[in-house]
């Protein structure tokens, strides 16, 4: 079959996934999974070895990714569900002051927001960006944006999220590296987006009187536009975003309710940050020792075992378990419930994964890949820029940033392949693809519709700031992977 043929199959295919999650409203798992059998088979694929495709490229996937999402999301609801996410963030506002409360609650989102997933995390800290938006009498949004885009930025960076470990382990990099290079970057775009909201934060935005009323505990005064915020009708949302998130519909839904958390003393800061850091301390010290210490050795091989994802996680659910829960008096049962809450919030989450990886598999299977390869070689662009504009663009068409990258991933696996890259410039491109998952989070996506019904902004509001705010900040972890470029 000519490559062009393969190419058109190629770009119907894509054309189906997104009319099948955008217009059908299917969900992406069952959606991923029709188009790779349809892509499949027009590519020519024999019928005979179309399950074993699938089943190959579902298994392979998951058996890398499963694990540490399921893990990393017990150990997130552990430290939700024990109040240690709400005690972390009233000690660092304690700690910068009143002054630096808003960044305060930036770091609250980057350090919360490796453990928990990005819309648990919004609920949990929206209720504290609430607080002292009242005690200061100074628009919410100054609080919630640098905070909620913190949270955005690690989500699409760094493992133990969904789409950065599928990424990582789609395209050969290497987690440890991951981590290594991607939470300074991480870091520097939080900090960089943190001065802009600063700056887009100065002027006014129309905020719905529901929410003003829930922050400031009064209704606005309509004719005063020179308080907090200023009165402006909702703007009405979709109700689920196309994979499983439901998004708030009604001005009254924008009311931040608590989940149920343990009644007893919250934890220290310091339990919290200790074991927020435990698994990624770990990670980087197994990729350390596998870079420095003889082969062969025993302190090579112990390093090995402790730094690999799963088993780190692991470690880390196990003191979580001990001193967030048996230690505060939770009974075993109880901390088998709570680990067991976790699962079906990423059931979903980890099947798209898995999906992903299926049409990844038969793009490799059906010679598409190869001939998309071919392709992209062809234009002469650098396979980071590459990376970093396909996500942007699956992003901004679809929505989901998990779903754009593992699109992404799927996609140039054959290329970068081909190009023959080290585990480091390998580990920059899957920090690419995470820049251009955070960027352009508009209409069509949930977290969108979250942080914008929460904040009380109409649509026009969230465009200007929100989506402005995530796009840059995508643009600006894009700019920094490139300058390392040459480095590594």
């Not at 309509?222 to 519909?249: E, M, N, Y």
């Amino acid at each position: 079959m000519s490559h062009s043929t393969l190419l058109l199959i190629a770009v119907v295919g894509v054309a189906t996934l997104l009319l099948l999650i955008l217009r059908a409203k299917v969900q992406p798992f069952v959606a991923l999974v029709v188009v790779s059998i349809g892509v499949a088979l027009a590519a020519g694929v024999p019928a005979a070895d179309l399950v074993k495709t699938i089943e190959e490229g579902m298994g392979s996937t998951l058996g890398h990714i499963a694990t540490i999402i399921a893990l990393g999301a017990m150990i997130g609801r552990i430290i939700e569900l024990s109040g240690g996410a709400r005690s972390f963030a009233h000690s660092l506002i304690d700690r910068f002051g009143s002054r630096r409360t808003p960044l305060a609650l930036t770091v609250a989102g980057f350090l919360l927001g490796i453990p928990v997933f990005f819309e648990v995390g919004l609920i949990i800290l929206m209720p504290i960006a609430y607080g002292v938006a009242r005690a200061s009498r100074k628009p919410l949004l100054v609080y919630a944006l640098p905070m909620g885009a913190a949270m955005l930025t690690v989500h699409a960076f760094l493992p133990p999220h969904p789409g950065a470990v599928a990424v990582t382990e789609a395209i050969g990099a290497d987690q440890g590296l991951v981590l290594l290079m991607g939470i300074p970057i991480t870091a520097v775009v939080i900090l960089l987006g943190y001065l802009v909201s600063r700056r887009m934060t100065r002027r006014e935005y129309p905020m719905d009187p529901a929410v003003y009323a829930e922050v400031y505990g009064e209704q606005p005064d309509a004719a005063d536009t020179s308080g907090p915020g200023q009165a402006s009708g909702p703007a009405s949302a979709p109700s689920d975003d196309g994979h499983g998130t439901a998004v708030l519909t009604k001005p009254s839904q924008a009311v931040v309710e608590a989940p149920a958390e343990d009644v007893r003393p919250a934890p220290s800061f310091g339990m919290v940050l200790t074991l927020i850091v435990t698994p990624i301390l770990l990670i980087l010290l197994g990729t350390i020792g596998q870079n420095v210490l003889s082969e062969g050795s025993l302190a090579r091989a112990v390093l090995t075992v402790l730094g690999a994802p799963m088993v780190a996680l692991l470690i880390d659910l196990a003191l979580c378990a001990y001193f967030l829960g048996a230690r505060r008096g939770w009974d075993r049962a109880h901390i088998a419930s709570v680990m067991g809450s976790a699962l079906p919030s990423v059931a979903m989450v980890i099947l798209v994964a898995g999906a992903g990886g299926v049409f990844g598999k038969v793009l490799v299977a059906s010679g598409i890949g190869d001939a998309i390869a071919d392709v992209l070689e062809k234009t002469g662009l650098p396979a980071l820029f590459l990376a970093f504009l396909m996500a942007l663009a699956l992003r901004a068409a679809q929505g989901s940033t998990t779903v754009a990258l593992i699109t992404t991933a799927g996609i140039l696996t054959p290329l970068l392949e081909r190009a023959h890259l080290s585990t480091g410039q390998l580990s920059l491109v899957a920090l690419a693809i995470g820049a251009g998952g955070l960027a352009v989070s508009h209409i069509n996506d949930a977290g969108y519709w979250m942080f914008t019904k929460l904040t009380g902004l109409d649509v026009a509001s969230g465009l200007r700031t929100w989506t402005v705010l995530t796009t840059t900040m995508g643009l600006i972890g894009f700019g920094l992977t490139a300058a390392l470029w040459p480095l590594v």
